[in-house]
């Protein structure tokens, strides 16, 4: 079955580490999103990727990077910058075509700073 | 800009009865509307989306939403409720007029009691 996959589930990071949360999917989707969710806050977008190579920053870009080397895979790097990294984060996809408009998610990875 | 508001934090309603859950929009062009559910500790699943056409949108689970253009509004409704439905849903906009950035409600959590 098609979809996104995202690991590890449950991430623990300590003060000063960069974690890396990966986001596969086998949609053949163009277009993959990585959110951020907190509590009472909905999702905040932290970087997008229409196509391979390319990617912008969202909302609250400052302290995480990301690269797209491969249609399939978004990594996202939480970096020491991050001050408040401990969130649920979420990462996403979508076909450019015009008859799909809607995401499928990941089932999400908790971060948890120790 | 684009902008959708949830103006409840938490619905309730008891088990058999119509709910609502409401929703605002604002985008510079036509809207792309959608709605997803997220169970605990889940990514968010996709309900049902307004492109165009109907203004009553029949999505998944018995929910169905109502465009209503000169309200700005895009109403997730059920004619009644299950306690399974208890949850967390967010709706999103899209604006036509180019991009593929969603932005999404803060969220509003349904409670249904046995």
């Known amino acids: 079955d098609g979809g996104i996959t995202q690991s590890p589930k449950y991430l623990f990071r300590k003060e000063g580490q960069n974690v890396t949360l990966s986001c596969e999917q086998n949609?053949?989707?163009?277009?993959m999103y990585w959110y951020r969710q907190d509590p009472g806050q909905g999702l905040r977008l932290i970087y997008y990727s229409q196509i391979v190579n390319d990617f912008q920053k969202g909302d609250i870009a400052e302290g995480y990077s990301v690269s797209r080397e491969k249609k399939e895979s978004f990594p996202l790097t939480v970096t020491s910058a991050q001050k408040n990294p401990t969130a649920f984060y979420l990462c996403?996809?979508?076909?450019?075509?015009?008859?799909?408009?809607?995401?499928?998610f990941g089932s999400g990875t908790r971060l948890t700073v120790v | 800009a684009q902008s959708v508001a949830q103006p409840e934090d938490q619905v309730n309603v008891a088990e058999g009865n119509p709910l609502t859950v409401k929703c605002t929009y604002s985008?510079?062009?036509?809207?792309?509307l959608f709605w997803y559910v997220q169970y605990p500790n889940r990514g968010l699943q996709f309900l049902l989306k307004y492109i165009t056409g109907d203004n009553l949108v029949k999505g998944s689970y018995g929910f169905e939403a109502e465009f209503n253009k000169s309200q700005t509004s895009f109403h997730l409704k059920k004619p009644s409720a299950l306690v399974s439905d208890s949850a967390l849903y967010f709706c999103a906009v899209r604006d036509s007029t180019g991009g593929f950035k969603t932005i999404f409600g803060a969220g509003t959590r349904l409670f249904v009691k046995a």
């Open positions: 985008v510079s062009g036509n809207p792309y």
């Open positions: 996403a996809s979508t076909s450019r075509g015009p008859e799909r408009y809607g995401y499928t």
């Open positions: 949609l053949n989707h163009d277009a």
